[in-house]
């Protein structure tokens, strides 16, 4: 079974600093990941996915992740962190046809 | 883009009736629909996955009898808590699968509160 691995539980940046949410997988097949966005009581809004082609995806709100087969990691990250960060941020590999999702990162932003 | 609209957003339903949770596909046909439990504080977990005119497929651990789902149109699925109890107090969430690629559009989600 293909799994996923978020280190942190809890990240906390300054507004305008670097993202780093880290996220590793666990596959047997080339592997399809994903990196979710969760506000409080809300869905989930994809950020990015990768599917084989390009090896850094660019993704919505500034937000880009690398797959890196030999590191077996697909970190995303953010060179600037706005206040509207502030999320859950789930990392997801599909897995026979539903996504595995990982146990996920609360980002917070401090002013 | 795809829209899944998941309602209600909020239920609090008495201990040992049943409740109801509906997703539609407002733009698209969802062939597959994927629900999902969230606890507070926890990731998403994969209860079962329906297919349009079949029955669903439930993960281990999973209550079939329980938690029935019912996907019969390509627009609508259905998730029934049956006798539900405080432990079944949860976030549930709807997924469809869009388009021939990996492509998954979420509903809202629907907090269920059991007293």
């Known amino acids: 079974a293909q799994s996923v691995t978020q280190l942190g539980s809890h990240v906390s940046v300054s507004e305008g600093a670097l993202v780093l949410l880290r996220c590793n997988y666990s596959s047997s097949v080339p592997p399809y990941l994903f990196w979710y966005v969760q506000y409080p009581n809300q869905g989930l809004q994809l950020l990015l996915k990768y599917t084989s082609a390009a090896t850094l995806v660019k993704g919505i709100n500034g937000f880009e992740a690398e797959f890196k087969k030999s590191e077996t990691s697909f970190h995303l990250t953010k060179p600037s962190a706005h206040m509207s960060d502030a999320a859950e941020y789930f990392c997801a590999v599909s897995d026979r046809g539903g996504l595995t999702f990982g146990t996920g990162t609360r980002l917070t932003i401090i002013p | 883009g795809a829209v899944v609209s998941q309602h209600p957003s909020r239920v609090i339903c008495k201990s040992g009736t049943s409740v109801k949770i509906e997703c539609r596909s407002l733009d698209f046909q969802a062939t597959t629909m994927f629900w999902y439990r969230q606890f507070p504080k926890q990731s998403l977990m994969l209860m079962a996955t329906s297919n349009e005119g079949s029955k669903a497929t439930y993960e281990q651990g999973v209550e079939k009898d329980k938690f029935l789902i019912n996907h019969a149109s390509l627009t609508l699925s259905t998730l029934t808590v049956t006798s539900a109890h405080p432990e079944d107090s949860s976030f549930y969430i709807c997924?469809?699968?869009?388009?021939?690629?990996?492509?998954?559009?979420f509903g809202s989600g629907t907090r269920l509160t059991v007293v």
């Open positions: 997924s469809a699968r869009t388009g021939s690629g990996y492509g998954y559009t």
